[in-house]
């Protein structure tokens, strides 16, 4: 076959491939009632739309309804109760309203000393998490503004402290395995083990019993270690594979070196 016919043809098929189907990018999706109301609005009935556009939920999806109910679709009825519309819980709801999803979170803080203190002047899972600029998870959530609304923030920093080196360990190991996920290695396993190390961590967020937390957390970090040494022996079967394929390499320029000069000396 031609060249320059092979080459256009590539190049054809090149093109296609990357254009959207239908041949144009889709719209982007419509925005619920809620946020078209309540965007245009001016105070404190707009506020709540713009901390939620910098929040965690707003990054994955999660909008006005699914935490207070309603129709997010129809305007008449986004605020009816028939339509499941549920509105601000009262502040002892707080947790059950936020447990719907986080059930796990919402059982740990109720062991808590701050669960503990629910209606008594303890905080709830806004105090710490806001109510609608929701941040990530991280130890980032404790420092001395933010627990010394309620309390001194001597035993929120030493519990920081013992936590800090743990959750450094985690995003470290979830980076490389990320790494070797995207070169093509079966990390299955290890995407689980992790997972349930760090669903353990998390637990330790809302106790302030710092024993506790400083014996869990050097468990957790077994745990951590264990799979550090499954991620090390991966990079040592890399590497020989590496220096293995480099001696292969070697080997062959080196056979066709010598049989150039052979071929050569023959000349």
């Known amino acids: 076959m031609n060249t320059s016919v092979v080459v256009t043809t590539l190049l054809f098929l090149s093109v296609i491939a990357i254009i959207p189907a239908g041949g144009a990018d889709l719209p ?3 925005e619920i009632v809620c946020i078209q109301c309540h965007s245009a609005q001016p105070g404190k009935l707009g506020e709540p739309v713009k901390l939620w556009r910098g929040s965690i939920h707003a990054a994955n999806g999660v909008a006005c309804n699914n935490c207070h109910g309603g129709d997010p679709k129809d305007a008449a009825n986004a605020m009816s109760p028939a339509r499941g519309f549920l509105g601000a819980p009262k502040e002892t709801d707080i947790p059950a309203f936020c447990g719907r999803c986080h059930v796990g ?3 740990d803080y109720m062991r808590s000393a701050h669960g ?3 209606g008594k002047g303890g905080p709830t899972c806004v105090t710490c998490h806001s109510n609608h600029l ?3 998870a991280s130890l980032d959530i404790i420092n001395e503004k933010r627990c010394s609304q309620c309390h001194g923030y001597e035993q929120a920093r030493i519990i920081k402290e013992a936590m800090q080196l743990t959750e450094t360990r985690i995003i470290s190991i979830g980076g490389k395995i990320d ?3 995207g070169e093509g ?3 299955d396993r290890l995407e689980k ?12 967020f809302h106790d302030v019993d710092v024993a506790m937390v400083k014996r869990e957390s050097a468990q957790i970090n077994s745990n951590l270690d264990s799979i550090d040494g499954s991620l090390a022996k991966i990079a040592e079967e890399r590497r020989k594979r590496k220096l293995a394929g480099v001696a292969v390499v070697g080997a062959a320029l080196l056979a066709a070196l010598l049989l150039y000069l052979l071929r050569r000396s023959y000349d």
């Open 28 to 30: 982007p999706q419509a």
């Open 105 to 107: 979170v919402a059982r």
């Open 116 to 118: 503990r203190a629910l």
């Open 134 to 136: 929701v941040v990530k």
């Open 179 to 181: 790494t070797y996920k």
């Open 185 to 187: 290695v079966d990390t």
């Open 193 to 204: 083990g992790l997972f349930s190390v760090r669903n353990s961590f998390h637990t330790l």
